[in-house]
Structure formats: structure tokens, C-alpha cells
């Protein structure tokens, strides 16, 4: 029962918008086809929107159509919904999340709605707590801060800097490698029970846990991975760091291309792992 303005204007007091990626083929764009048979209602209401907000638009820059159409929130070819901008559109505030990253979020991503908006382009530094991220995740080598410096550097990380004399005490340097290789042998036993996998000990480990996707650049760690092992090939007695390296993902369901790199990392740990010449130094 609620007319059209009302509750649209409504609806612009609710969104706020964070956009994570400055990479055009990270930003969803779906197409209409897809949109109409799917949520109808939807399309409808989104067209809807882009008529008024693209009105609004012309009325700002009058004869500039080239304008409209990169801010339309349907792009012409293919006819699909771009959602980052219908986000801007709807959102009361667009953010980055660090400082450099919303500056060129303003000024290259949507330049053109920055323009037409100015005060609704915002910076939220996104992050985590570091001294919750050591004091909770790490109790081990929390320990062995706090016996170095005592207990303030929790509510204080700038007392961290006090570590640095410590840097080439003997002893101190032990109890740190005691804690990491705690940590450790933590990871090689959940390892072990989760996956059913025996990890090497005192290899370094070189793990990449994030979303499986393109841009995140798996791909590229695994050349990283097939690089050292075909030096290897090369040269049997290279001395290189032994290393163990963790992939840590999963991927949309739809997404054939992340698919195809899990069994291509599986693929490659399964000729590494078989390969007598590099055992006890590539796992």
C-alpha cells in the first residue's frame, strides 16, 4: 500500500555499501535474460530505478548521454544489471575499506557516481584487531612476549617496538621458535585428523588459504610451486629451503574455471609428492 517515492526514499536511508575490489571482473554483472526468468518482480523494480536515477542524472549534465550510459545501471551490450552500481545507486554510503583503496575506488571504479555524489563516497578501514588476533589466536607466543616485555603491549601495540633488543638475544630467540614450532606441530596434528595428512617436520610452510578465484592468483603460486620443482629437475643438488606448501579454499558451486585449478593443485601435488627427487624438500 506504500506509494512508489515513499518507499523508495525509505529504501536509500537503508543500504550501506562496501565494495571490496577495484578489479572490473570481480564486480558482478548479471544478465537480464537470466534476471527476467528468474526474479521477474525483480527486473522490474531495477528498471524502475535506473529510470528515475538516469532522469536524474540527465538533469545534471543535460546532452550528455555518454554519461547516462556508463551510469546506467543496465549496460547495453550484453543487456545485463550491473551490480556495483545498483548498489551505488541504492546505498546511502559507498565505501572502500582502506584509505588507498577508496581514493581509487572514487577515482577509477565509479568516477562518474563520485562525481554526481561526492558525499556519499566514504572510507571504512577494514581490518582486525592485531593484539586480539596474537593474544587469542596465539597464547604460545603471546607468553613469550609478555616474559619479554611484560603485559601493557596488549592495550598498547606501540610497546611492541620494545622486542627489538630482543632480536639478537640467543635466548629469547629460542622461546620464539619454541612457540612457532608449537603452533606447528597444532597444525600438523588437526592436518592429520581433519584430512588424514602427515606434513613434514621442519619444512617451511607456504599456505595460501583464501576464496579459490582468478583474481586471488592461485594459479600463479602454483607456477611459483612448479618453477622450483623443475630447478629441482635441473639441478638435484640445489640447496633450497625444504617447504611444504598448503592450499586452503573452495569455490562457488558455478564456477568451472575454480574447479578446474583445485584439480589442477591436486594435480601438481600428485607428481611433487611421487617424485623421488625432490622428496624431504617439496611436499
Given amino acids: 500500500g506504500m506509494e512508489w517515492d515513499e518507499a523508495w526514499a525509505i529504501t536509500q536511508k537503508c543500504f ?3 565494495c571490496h575490489t577495484l578489479l572490473p571482473e570481480a564486480l558482478e554483472v548479471w544478465p537480464t535474460d537470466l534476471l527476467g526468468r528468474l526474479l521477474p518482480r525483480h527486473l522490474e523494480i531495477i528498471y524502475r530505478i535506473n529510470e528515475e536515477f538516469l532522469a536524474s542524472v540527465r538533469a545534471a549534465y543535460p546532452g550528455d548521454e555518454m554519461r547516462a550510459r556508463r551510469m546506467s545501471i ?25 584509505e588507498l583503496h577508496s581514493q581509487l575506488l572514487r577515482d577509477k571504479v565509479l568516477p562518474d557516481f563520485s562525481a554526481f555524489w561526492p558525499e556519499k563516497f566514504t572510507n571504512v578501514t577494514n581490518g582486525i584487531t592485531p593484539r586480539r588476533f596474537i593474544r587469542m ?106 617447504r611444504v606448501f598448503l592450499f586452503g579454499a573452495k569455490s562457488a558451486p558455478g564456477y568451472w574455471i575454480a574447479k578446474q585449478t583445485i584439480a589442477l593443485i591436486n594435480a601438481v601435488g600428485k607428481v611433487i609428492d611421487n617424485d623421488p627427487i625432490v622428496a624431504g624438500r617439496l611436499k
Fill in 137 to 242: 589466536a596465539n597464547p604460545a607466543l603471546s607468553q613469550v612476549i609478555t616474559d619479554a616485555i611484560g603485559e601493557g603491549w596488549v592495550t598498547d601495540l606501540e610497546r611492541l617496538r620494545e622486542l627489538e633488543p630482543y632480536a639478537d638475544d640467543p635466548a629469547f630467540r629460542a622461546e620464539f621458535r619454541r612457540a612457532k614450532a608449537a603452533n606447528k606441530k597444532r597444525l600438523y596434528t588437526l592436518a592429520e585428523a581433519f584430512e588424514g595428512v602427515s606434513l613434514p617436520e621442519g619444512h617451511l610452510i607456504d599456505v595460501m588459504v583464501k576464496r579459490l578465484h582468478e583474481y586471488k592468483r592461485q594459479t600463479l603460486k602454483l607456477l611459483h610451486i612448479v618453477t622450483l620443482y623443475q630447478r629441482l629437475q635441473a639441478n638435484p643438488d640445489l640447496d633450497i629451503v625444504p
Fill in 16 to 18: 550501506a555499501y562496501t
Fill in 74 to 98: 543496465i549496460s547495453d551490450y550484453p543487456q545485463a544489471v550491473r551490480m556495483a552500481h545498483l548498489a551505488t545507486v541504492t546505498a546511502v554510503r559507498v565505501n572502500g575499506v582502506a
